[in-house]
Protein backbone atom coordinates (compact mmCIF):
# COMPACT_ATOMS: atom_id res chain seq x y z
CA UNK A 1 0.00 0.00 0.00
CA UNK A 2 1.18 3.21 -0.63
CA UNK A 3 1.80 5.30 2.58
CA UNK A 4 3.14 7.82 4.08
CA UNK A 5 5.44 8.29 0.66
CA UNK A 6 4.86 12.33 -0.33
CA UNK A 7 2.34 12.66 2.65
CA UNK A 8 5.53 12.46 4.86
CA UNK A 9 6.97 15.89 3.38
CA UNK A 10 3.37 17.59 4.56
CA UNK A 11 3.09 15.05 7.59
CA UNK A 12 4.63 17.65 9.94
CA UNK A 13 2.62 20.79 8.16
CA UNK A 14 -0.20 19.27 9.15
CA UNK A 15 -0.09 17.99 12.33
CA UNK A 16 0.94 21.53 13.52
CA UNK A 17 -2.00 21.34 16.46
CA UNK A 18 -0.83 18.31 17.95
CA UNK A 19 1.42 19.53 20.93
CA UNK A 20 4.06 16.88 20.99
CA UNK A 21 5.96 18.19 23.97
CA UNK A 22 2.87 18.21 25.74
CA UNK A 23 2.64 14.16 24.86
CA UNK A 24 5.94 13.79 26.11
CA UNK A 25 4.80 15.46 29.00
CA UNK A 26 2.61 12.48 29.64
CA UNK A 27 5.03 9.85 28.77
CA UNK A 28 7.01 10.83 31.37
CA UNK A 29 4.02 11.35 33.81
CA UNK A 30 3.38 7.80 32.87
CA UNK A 31 6.89 6.89 33.85
CA UNK A 32 6.49 8.32 36.78
CA UNK A 33 2.72 6.70 37.78
CA UNK A 34 4.50 3.77 37.80
CA UNK A 35 7.66 4.31 39.68
CA UNK A 36 9.65 3.53 36.66
CA UNK A 37 13.02 5.08 35.23
CA UNK A 38 14.04 3.91 31.86
CA UNK A 39 17.47 4.35 30.88
CA UNK A 40 16.89 2.64 27.65
CA UNK A 41 13.50 3.13 24.91
CA UNK A 42 12.35 1.76 22.44
CA UNK A 43 9.88 3.71 19.83
CA UNK A 44 7.96 2.10 17.29
CA UNK A 45 6.94 3.69 14.34
CA UNK A 46 8.21 7.08 15.05
CA UNK A 47 7.19 8.41 11.84
CA UNK A 48 9.16 12.01 11.30
CA UNK A 49 10.18 12.10 14.92
CA UNK A 50 8.14 14.68 16.62
CA UNK A 51 8.50 12.41 20.18
CA UNK A 52 11.66 11.18 19.45
CA UNK A 53 12.55 14.69 19.83
CA UNK A 54 11.61 15.12 22.95
CA UNK A 55 13.22 11.92 24.20
CA UNK A 56 16.68 12.33 22.77
CA UNK A 57 16.93 16.06 23.89
CA UNK A 58 16.16 14.57 27.82
CA UNK A 59 19.01 12.14 26.95
CA UNK A 60 17.00 8.73 26.91
CA UNK A 61 19.51 6.38 25.29
CA UNK A 62 16.76 5.79 22.18
CA UNK A 63 15.99 3.75 19.55
CA UNK A 64 13.52 4.37 17.18
CA UNK A 65 12.13 2.86 13.99
CA UNK A 66 9.47 3.35 11.37
CA UNK A 67 8.37 1.38 7.98
CA UNK A 68 7.95 4.67 6.04
CA UNK A 69 11.65 5.93 4.49
CA UNK A 70 10.15 8.91 3.67
CA UNK A 71 9.12 9.32 7.69
CA UNK A 72 12.61 8.44 8.58
CA UNK A 73 14.13 10.96 6.48
CA UNK A 74 12.15 14.01 7.85
CA UNK A 75 13.32 12.45 11.60
CA UNK A 76 16.40 12.20 10.29
CA UNK A 77 16.69 16.15 9.85
CA UNK A 78 15.43 16.19 13.84
CA UNK A 79 17.14 13.53 15.16
CA UNK A 80 20.70 13.61 13.75
CA UNK A 81 22.05 16.27 16.22
CA UNK A 82 21.23 13.77 18.78
CA UNK A 83 24.19 11.18 19.78
CA UNK A 84 21.95 9.15 22.24
CA UNK A 85 19.49 8.36 19.12
CA UNK A 86 19.16 5.43 16.65
CA UNK A 87 17.06 5.68 13.86
CA UNK A 88 16.13 2.37 11.57
CA UNK A 89 14.04 1.53 8.94
CA UNK A 90 12.35 -1.47 11.08
CA UNK A 91 8.65 -2.89 10.58
CA UNK A 92 6.82 -3.34 14.20
CA UNK A 93 5.11 -6.78 13.42
CA UNK A 94 8.61 -8.37 13.09
CA UNK A 95 11.72 -5.95 13.94
CA UNK A 96 14.16 -7.56 15.68
CA UNK A 97 17.05 -6.16 18.03
CA UNK A 98 19.84 -7.84 19.90
CA UNK A 99 19.23 -5.99 22.86
CA UNK A 100 16.41 -5.14 25.45
CA UNK A 101 14.56 -1.86 26.74
CA UNK A 102 13.46 -0.51 29.93
CA UNK A 103 10.56 1.03 27.53
CA UNK A 104 8.69 0.60 24.49
CA UNK A 105 6.38 3.35 23.22
CA UNK A 106 4.42 3.99 20.16
CA UNK A 107 2.27 6.97 19.60
CA UNK A 108 -0.51 8.55 17.44
CA UNK A 109 -2.39 5.26 16.60
CA UNK A 110 0.63 3.96 14.75
CA UNK A 111 -0.40 0.56 16.73
CA UNK A 112 -3.73 1.10 14.81
CA UNK A 113 -1.90 0.34 11.30
CA UNK A 114 -1.69 -3.25 12.03
CA UNK A 115 -4.82 -4.38 10.72
CA UNK A 116 -4.17 -8.31 11.06
CA UNK A 117 -4.87 -9.88 15.12
CA UNK A 118 -2.37 -12.40 14.29
CA UNK A 119 0.63 -9.54 13.44
CA UNK A 120 -0.35 -7.36 16.56
CA UNK A 121 -0.47 -10.30 18.73
CA UNK A 122 3.07 -10.98 17.21
CA UNK A 123 3.77 -7.50 17.41
CA UNK A 124 3.15 -7.15 21.19
CA UNK A 125 4.70 -10.57 21.87
CA UNK A 126 7.76 -9.13 20.36
CA UNK A 127 7.89 -6.00 22.60
CA UNK A 128 7.68 -8.41 25.52
CA UNK A 129 10.48 -10.13 24.30
CA UNK A 130 12.53 -6.71 23.72
CA UNK A 131 11.66 -5.42 27.22
CA UNK A 132 13.31 -6.12 30.35
CA UNK A 133 11.93 -8.27 33.05
CA UNK A 134 9.78 -4.97 34.79
CA UNK A 135 9.73 -2.90 31.72
CA UNK A 136 6.65 -0.26 30.76
CA UNK A 137 4.88 -0.74 27.43
CA UNK A 138 2.57 2.21 26.54
CA UNK A 139 0.69 3.42 23.32
CA UNK A 140 -2.36 4.76 22.48
CA UNK A 141 -5.33 3.84 19.72
CA UNK A 142 -8.18 5.71 18.17
CA UNK A 143 -10.96 3.87 19.77
CA UNK A 144 -13.35 1.68 17.69
CA UNK A 145 -15.94 4.62 18.69
CA UNK A 146 -14.39 6.82 16.58
CA UNK A 147 -12.87 5.00 13.93
CA UNK A 148 -16.49 3.92 13.34
CA UNK A 149 -18.58 7.12 14.58
CA UNK A 150 -16.04 9.88 14.17
CA UNK A 151 -14.02 9.25 11.39
CA UNK A 152 -15.83 6.19 9.27
CA UNK A 153 -18.44 7.12 6.85
CA UNK A 154 -17.26 11.17 6.84
CA UNK A 155 -15.11 13.28 4.60
CA UNK A 156 -13.10 15.77 5.77
CA UNK A 157 -11.42 19.12 3.17
CA UNK A 158 -8.83 21.32 4.53
CA UNK A 159 -8.03 24.42 2.91
CA UNK A 160 -4.58 25.91 4.34
CA UNK A 161 -3.74 27.69 1.21
CA UNK A 162 -0.56 25.86 -0.32
CA UNK A 163 -1.53 22.46 0.82
CA UNK A 164 -5.02 21.66 -0.01
CA UNK A 165 -6.90 17.83 0.71
CA UNK A 166 -9.57 15.48 1.20
CA UNK A 167 -10.01 12.49 3.44
CA UNK A 168 -13.07 10.58 2.66
CA UNK A 169 -13.07 7.58 5.04
CA UNK A 170 -15.18 4.17 4.71
CA UNK A 171 -15.92 2.00 7.74
CA UNK A 172 -16.64 -1.89 7.26
CA UNK A 173 -18.91 -2.80 9.86
CA UNK A 174 -17.77 -6.97 9.27
CA UNK A 175 -13.80 -6.25 9.09
CA UNK A 176 -14.07 -3.55 11.64
CA UNK A 177 -11.48 -1.72 9.13
CA UNK A 178 -12.06 1.95 8.25
CA UNK A 179 -10.25 2.90 4.67
CA UNK A 180 -8.79 6.76 4.43
CA UNK A 181 -8.74 8.01 0.90
CA UNK A 182 -7.00 11.01 0.62
CA UNK A 183 -6.21 13.35 -1.95
CA UNK A 184 -4.00 15.90 -1.93
CA UNK A 185 -3.45 18.84 -3.54
CA UNK A 186 -0.17 20.87 -2.97
CA UNK A 187 1.67 24.27 -4.63
CA UNK A 188 4.95 26.35 -3.81
CA UNK A 189 3.65 29.46 -6.06
CA UNK A 190 -0.05 29.25 -4.57
CA UNK A 191 -1.19 28.67 -8.91
CA UNK A 192 0.29 25.44 -9.82
CA UNK A 193 -0.44 22.60 -7.72
CA UNK A 194 0.57 18.93 -7.83
CA UNK A 195 -2.12 16.43 -6.63
CA UNK A 196 -1.36 13.02 -5.77
CA UNK A 197 -3.18 10.20 -3.57
CA UNK A 198 -2.40 7.77 -0.89
CA UNK A 199 -4.88 5.50 0.81
CA UNK A 200 -5.25 4.36 4.51
CA UNK A 201 -5.78 1.60 6.57
CA UNK A 202 -6.70 1.53 10.45
CA UNK A 203 -8.02 -1.13 12.39
CA UNK A 204 -10.49 -0.23 14.99
CA UNK A 205 -9.70 -2.82 18.25
CA UNK A 206 -11.97 -2.51 21.60
CA UNK A 207 -10.50 -2.31 24.30
CA UNK A 208 -11.62 -5.43 25.68
CA UNK A 209 -9.55 -7.32 22.49
CA UNK A 210 -6.71 -4.79 23.15
CA UNK A 211 -6.65 -6.31 26.70
CA UNK A 212 -7.02 -9.80 26.01
CA UNK A 213 -4.57 -9.53 23.17
CA UNK A 214 -1.59 -8.18 25.45
CA UNK A 215 -2.56 -10.69 28.17
CA UNK A 216 -1.53 -13.58 25.59
CA UNK A 217 1.30 -11.74 24.80
CA UNK A 218 2.71 -12.33 28.22
CA UNK A 219 2.08 -8.70 29.88
CA UNK A 220 0.62 -9.38 33.52
CA UNK A 221 -0.23 -5.51 34.79
CA UNK A 222 -2.59 -3.91 32.02
CA UNK A 223 -3.98 -0.82 32.45
CA UNK A 224 -5.91 1.98 30.16
CA UNK A 225 -6.66 5.69 30.59
CA UNK A 226 -8.38 8.40 28.42
CA UNK A 227 -4.60 9.81 26.57
CA UNK A 228 -3.68 12.79 28.12
CA UNK A 229 -5.37 11.62 31.76
CA UNK A 230 -5.74 8.67 34.06
CA UNK A 231 -9.05 8.56 33.92
CA UNK A 232 -10.93 5.81 32.76
CA UNK A 233 -12.72 6.17 28.94
CA UNK A 234 -15.68 6.27 28.39
CA UNK A 235 -17.93 5.13 25.69
CA UNK A 236 -16.99 8.32 23.26
CA UNK A 237 -13.28 8.39 24.43
CA UNK A 238 -11.73 8.81 21.16
CA UNK A 239 -8.14 8.04 21.99
CA UNK A 240 -7.39 5.18 24.39
CA UNK A 241 -3.33 4.88 26.28
CA UNK A 242 -2.72 1.72 27.49
CA UNK A 243 0.04 1.02 29.79
CA UNK A 244 1.84 -3.04 30.01
CA UNK A 245 4.28 -3.99 32.08
CA UNK A 246 6.38 -7.00 31.54
C1 LIG B 1 -0.04 8.39 12.33
S1 LIG B 1 1.66 8.13 12.00
C2 LIG B 1 2.34 8.43 13.62
C3 LIG B 1 3.80 8.78 13.54
C4 LIG B 1 4.43 9.21 14.86
N1 LIG B 1 4.33 8.17 15.87
C5 LIG B 1 3.82 10.48 15.37
O1 LIG B 1 3.41 10.52 16.54
O2 LIG B 1 3.77 11.48 14.65
C6 LIG B 1 1.75 6.38 11.83
C7 LIG B 1 3.15 5.88 11.57
O3 LIG B 1 3.15 4.46 11.64
C8 LIG B 1 4.08 3.98 10.69
N2 LIG B 1 3.78 2.56 10.48
C9 LIG B 1 2.65 2.01 10.01
N3 LIG B 1 2.74 0.68 9.99
C10 LIG B 1 3.98 0.37 10.48
C11 LIG B 1 4.67 -0.84 10.74
N4 LIG B 1 4.11 -2.04 10.48
N5 LIG B 1 5.92 -0.79 11.26
C12 LIG B 1 6.51 0.41 11.53
N6 LIG B 1 5.90 1.59 11.30
C13 LIG B 1 4.65 1.58 10.79
C14 LIG B 1 3.86 4.88 9.50
O4 LIG B 1 4.93 4.81 8.57
C15 LIG B 1 3.72 6.22 10.19
O5 LIG B 1 4.97 6.85 10.33
Known amino acids: MN ?19 NWFNYIENIFEKYNK ?26 TCFDLSEDMLSKAYEKLRRFKNVKLLNQDMVNFNFNE ?20 LINTFKNVWHHLEEGGIFIFDINSYYKLKYIIGHNTFVED ?6 TWENYFDEDTDICDFYLTFFVSEDGENFLRF ?12 EIVHMLKEA ?21 RINFVAIK
Do not use: Q, W
Open 3 to 21: IYNKFAYLYDDLMVDFDYE
Open 197 to 208: NEEHREKAYKTE
Open 160 to 165: RGNIFY
Open 100 to 119: NFDAVISICDSINYIIDEED
Open 218 to 238: GFSKIDYYSAFTFDRPDEKTE
Open 37 to 62: NPKKVLEMACGTGNLSYYLGKKGYKL
